[in-house]
């Protein structure tokens, strides 16, 4: 497929094409799509926030994606650093990943009502007002249980790079959206997707985008994904 250079801002239709969602998604699991951006160099923040790195075009990728969207699945620690606030929808789940109930790097966001923690079924009790969603054992959640747990949502998952790999690496991501910054930023910033070792075989390119300002949209479907 070719890549469409838009030549200026992204247009509302390109962006809308970018992130339709396939006709046939499975009835038995979520359909999880998963949200990175990457500096050129392959970083994956800016003293670190990944935030940093992008541009309007990719906020408006972002807020595309999250409108598709029934569940937001992001890690705790990241759900910190880039300081998550309730959803505006009142109808977006955002579930928040955490071996352990401690909600002191986001109070706000577990305040407001529109977050759910998701922890290990043996695991502490969650404070008072705060959902919960259990999956998993040994203080560890079974990422696998809660794709099935989600079974007929769109799932839009945002890191971070710790659990993002860990999902790829189990082979519970059907798309992988990638915002490519033509910025070199060094240092030691981790890869978008760092864990365990995943299957290599390629993914599709299904569609993709470059804006005026030099930033490159990518969306992948996994290799055995029949949408």
Do not use: C
């Amino acid at each position: 497929m070719n890549i469409l250079t838009e030549g200026g801002p992204l247009s509302g239709a390109a962006v809308a094409e970018h992130v339709l969602l396939p006709p046939k998604r499975p009835a038995d699991r979520a359909f999880v799509r998963l949200n990175m951006i990457a500096s050129a160099d392959g970083g994956s923040a800016i003293a670190g926030k990944s935030g940093s790195l992008g541009n309007h075009g990719d906020h408006e990728v972002f807020a595309a994606l999250r409108a598709t969207a029934d569940a937001v699945l992001v890690g705790m620690s990241t759900a910190a650093s880039e300081h998550y606030h309730a959803p505006a929808s009142p109808d977006l789940k955002m579930l928040v990943v955490s071996s352990t109930p401690d909600i002191s790097g986001d109070p706000d966001l577990f305040a407001s009502g529109g977050a759910m923690l998701v922890l290990p079924e043996d695991g502490a009790a969650a404070p008072d007002g705060v959902a919960t969603m259990r999956a998993g054992t040994g203080g560890r959640v079974d990422l696998a249980k809660v794709v099935v747990q989600l079974a007929g949502h769109v799932v839009m998952m945002e890191g971070g790079p710790r659990l993002a790999g860990a999902m790829v690496a189990l082979g519970l991501v059907d798309e992988f959206f990638l915002s490519l910054a033509p910025r070199l930023v060094g240092g030691d910033s981790s890869r978008v997707v760092h864990g365990p070792v995943a299957d290599p075989e390629p993914w599709n390119l299904v569609h993709g985008l470059v804006d005026e300002d030099g930033f490159v949209f990518l969306r992948y479907a996994r290799p055995d994904y029949p949408g």
